[in-house]
Structure formats: C-alpha cells, structure tokens
C-alpha cells in the first residue's frame, strides 16, 4: 500500500511560483509512474503531468506546457510540481498519484494510489 502525502499549496498572486511536492511512504515509489491532477469544485478531476519511473519521460497537459515542470527523487521517495507563471484558471485542488503498472499515465482511471491534495489558488 502506497501512501501520498501532498504539501506546497498556498494563496499565490497570479504570475508568481509554487512548488508542490508529494512524499511517499511504501517501498515501490521508484517503481511507479507518477502523476498529478488537478480538481475545482463541480467538475472531473483532469490530468496536469506525468513522469516514468526513471524520470526520463514527462508529458503535460496543453494548459500547463511550458509553464509546469514535474520531476522526481527516487532517493526521497518524492515528485515535485514546479508550477511557473501561474494564472487565475490554475486555481484548483491538485492530487498526486501513483500508477504502478508501466508506462505514463493520463487518465485517472489508470492510478492506484492517490493523495488528500493541496489548495492551490492563484489571485487576479
């Protein structure tokens, strides 16, 4: 069983910088392809990024190319959302999880395990 715990949400002005990051607790972390989504209050929780479990293949969501960086530490148990030139839209609570058969992942039918999520909001 893996546990996510994700950290990093806050109030940020819209332009500005967050990085989020998700601990994980089981032993298979650097086994996992890694993910977030992202959720705002009504709609379905959508894809934002995807990283395999070597960190050497990534892919994004066409709403947050070139503005979100995801990455991993397989030493620390650890994937990071670098989340730069925020806008008002990127407002949402955002999940990480864990795929743990092979491969990216872009649906959320696809990951096995999942965090709590943190608030992140973006002021106009």
């Known amino acids: 069983q893996e546990q996510l715990v994700e950290s990093g949400g806050r109030l940020v002005q819209a332009g500005g910088s967050l990085r989020l990051s998700c601990a994980a607790s089981g032993q298979f972390f650097s086994t996992y392809t890694m993910g977030w989504f992202r959720q705002v209050p009504g709609q379905e929780r959508k894809f934002v990024a995807t990283?395999?479990?070597?960190?050497?293949?990534?892919d994004y969501a066409e709403s947050v190319e070139g503005r979100f960086t995801i990455s991993r530490d397989n030493a620390k148990n650890t994937v990071y959302l670098q989340m730069n030139s925020l806008k008002p839209e990127d407002t949402a609570v955002y999940y990480c999880?864990?795929?743990?058969?092979?491969?990216?992942?872009?649906?959320?039918?696809?990951?096995?395990?999942w965090g709590q999520g943190t608030q992140v909001t973006v002021s106009s």
């Open positions: 990283i395999d479990w070597s960190g050497g293949r990534t």
């Open positions: 999880a864990a795929k743990a058969s092979y491969g990216v992942g872009y649906g959320t039918y696809e990951y096995d395990y």
